[in-house]
């Protein structure tokens, strides 16, 4: 079947913005990411992509999420999500590409039949695609575009409307397991809420939970989906009081403005509303619910934040003890998965006190997830709080099949059963993983400051420098290193030995139009000075600085 004439006509209705000679759109760190008013045309063209892939897939259902997570409410993103809820498969991301930059509509049929044939992709097969959008109104239009792509290439799909991205990776994995041993869940909003309710439940038993919870959801998705989702916890099995703030989905100029999961890890202070209140257990999700930062204000050491290094290493930490006691130890290797952002005091406690593995990769959940799945049971976070523990089919099956010796044997393995249930297996979840901390603080019977003495970590600083070209930046060695701008890299090298234990680094952003800058060392005044002199090198090597509003 050809497909031109409705590809041609439709693509009319959504045009692409051209960019100045030299300039292409690129599928960033979660997709494409910009400005909404550039991305009409991109969300029409990933429509397109979808469907193909999921002709190359025997009919799977691709996903698609529209949203620009911790992004200012102007921007937006399109994001495209594999069969088992994982992020696309990078060798196509250079299709995504290659459809996107097409100049015209007529290059763009050319490109769309061009991949089908170079890929071997039969476009009479059938082909399915499943979409949601976080709450920004520009998303409205790019579902529009998305769906024209859609009906022009004769691809079936389900509107999931307004979901947290971790939802829509979830409905994913649910819609191409359905019906099959290793079904995911109900493929609906709902089948998602009591999967997790479940599990909580299970993973909670004689356990109870200490106080309040407060979740500032960034005035995102997270806000109304979570409350969802509480209704769910039967009242007489758990109780779990959590005070939902930051809720407001009706004034959209307030998504990630002065709250979040964002704010708090790079201003490392709590959002100033409501009026932080000393000693309440609080935490930040983003504006689409995938990242997750804890902390309290402390009435006398001040702002305590328990970041993505603290939530991997708690995790590891409670799950390798629960695989010890269930006499699993020899059977399942567990790892991390860390980034070059992780405080150095969280890698050090993870290989030598816990003595498990990490491994470092480029920033992006796409790059963790894939090595986590090189171990039984791999936990990866990045410190901004985007992370998951990911459990192979091996160590699954034993939680439910090893025979208990004893007691104390059987509620480990009923635990790590219902963690498996409870833990987005697809991609970081900031709802599923706050129910994960809430189940190990209530199994260990601690409190944040008890959590935060496992280790000190080294004072840091993530700074965003606004540059010129920000691809001049290119890094090596899991982008702890700069290998351009020539002689950048030596002059980091000279200003990390001023300062006692310190490292830092300079990396493009994948998802702004800016670089990002992270240093730390023994003492808050050494990491404030090292970010600032790493933070002027990359200013002076990138000038004249030019405004450009794509990725
Ligand atoms: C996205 C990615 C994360 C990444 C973050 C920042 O998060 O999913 O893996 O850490 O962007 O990336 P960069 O430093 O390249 O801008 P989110 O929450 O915005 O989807």
């Not at 509480?230 to 009706?250: A, C, E, Q, T």
């Not at 930490?317 to 980034?339: N, P, Y």
């Not at 990911?390 to 007691?407: V, W």
């Not at 010129?468 to 030995?497: M, W």
Request: glycine letters at 8%; charged letters at 25%.
């Amino acid at each position: 079947e050809n497909h031109d004439r409705a590809i041609l006509e439709a693509s009319a209705k959504h045009p692409i913005v051209p960019l100045e000679k030299g300039k292409f759109y690129t599928y960033g760190t979660a997709g494409f990411r910009m400005k909404a008013d550039l991305l009409e045309g991109i969300s029409f063209r990933v429509g397109l992509l979808a469907s193909l892939r999921s002709r190359k897939l025997n009919g799977q259902a691709i996903g698609v999420m529209i949203t620009a997570s911790h992004n200012p409410a102007a921007d937006n993103g399109v994001k495209i999500v594999d069969p088992l809820g994982e992020m696309l498969e990078q060798d196509w991301e250079r299709y995504a590409t290659a459809l996107v930059n097409a100049t015209s509509d007529e290059q763009l049929v050319e490109v769309y039949n061009r991949l089908a044939t170079d890929l071997k992709i039969d476009l009479k097969a059938s082909a399915k695609v499943v979409y949601g959008r976080d709450t920004r109104p520009s998303g409205h239009k790019l579902v529009t575009a998305l769906a024209d792509g859609l009906e022009s290439t004769k691809t079936e799909y389900v509107d999931f409307k307004i979901l947290t991205t971790p939802q829509l990776h979830y409905l994913v994995r649910a819609t191409n397991s359905e019906g099959t041993p290793l079904s995911y869940g109900k493929v609906s909003e709902l089948g998602y809420y009591e999967k997790l309710a479940g599990a909580f439940v299970r993973a909670m038993k004689g356990r109870r939970i200490n106080g309040t919870l407060q979740v500032d959801c960034a005035n995102g998705v997270g806000g109304p989906k979570l409350s969802e989702f509480l209704k769910h916890i039967p009242k007489d099995k758990v109780n779990f009081d959590v005070k939902v703030v930051n809720d407001d989905v009706l004034r959209p100029e307030l998504l990630n403005l002065d709250c979040g999961a964002d704010f708090v890890k790079t201003k490392q202070r709590a959002p100033p509303n409501p009026k932080p209140q000393p000693g309440l257990r609080s935490c930040s999700l983003d504006g689409d619910a995938d990242r997750l930062i804890y902390y309290w204000q402390d009435p006398e050491g001040g702002f305590v934040m328990l970041d993505g290094d603290r939530i991997s290493s708690l995790a590891a930490s409670f799950i390798g003890g629960l695989v010890e006691s269930a006499g699993l130890k020899d059977d399942l290797r567990i790892g991390v998965v860390q980034t070059a952002y992780a405080n150095g005091a969280s890698t050090n406690y993870i290989t030598q006190h816990l003595k498990l593995p990490v491994i470092c990769t480029p920033t992006g959940v796409k790059h963790l997830h894939h090595v986590a799945q090189g171990f039984d049971i791999g936990v990866y976070f990045e410190a901004n709080g985007h992370g998951t523990v990911l459990f192979s089919p091996d160590a699954l099956n034993s939680f439910k099949t090893k025979e208990p010796q004893s007691p104390a044997q059987k509620d480990a393995l009923d635990t790590l059963a219902a963690l498996g249930d409870l833990i987005n297996q697809t991609v970081g979840d900031a709802i599923s993983d706050a129910l994960m901390v809430e189940v190990i603080l209530a199994h260990k019977n601690w409190t944040l400051r008890d959590w935060a003495m496992t280790y000190a970590d080294l004072p840091n600083r993530l700074v965003r420098v606004e540059v010129g070209n920000k691809d001049l930046f290119q890094t090596t060695d899991a982008e702890r290193r700069l290998s351009a701008p020539e002689g950048a890299q030596d002059e980091i090298d000279q200003a990390v030995k001023k300062y006692k234990d310190a490292r830092s680094f300079a990396r493009a952003s994948g998802t702004e139009n800016a670089c990002r800058v992270y240093a730390e060392a023994a003492s808050r005044s050494e990491a404030n000075e090292l970010a600032e002199r790493v933070r002027d090198r990359a200013v002076s090597s990138s000038s004249p600085l030019e405004p450009d509003p794509i990725l």
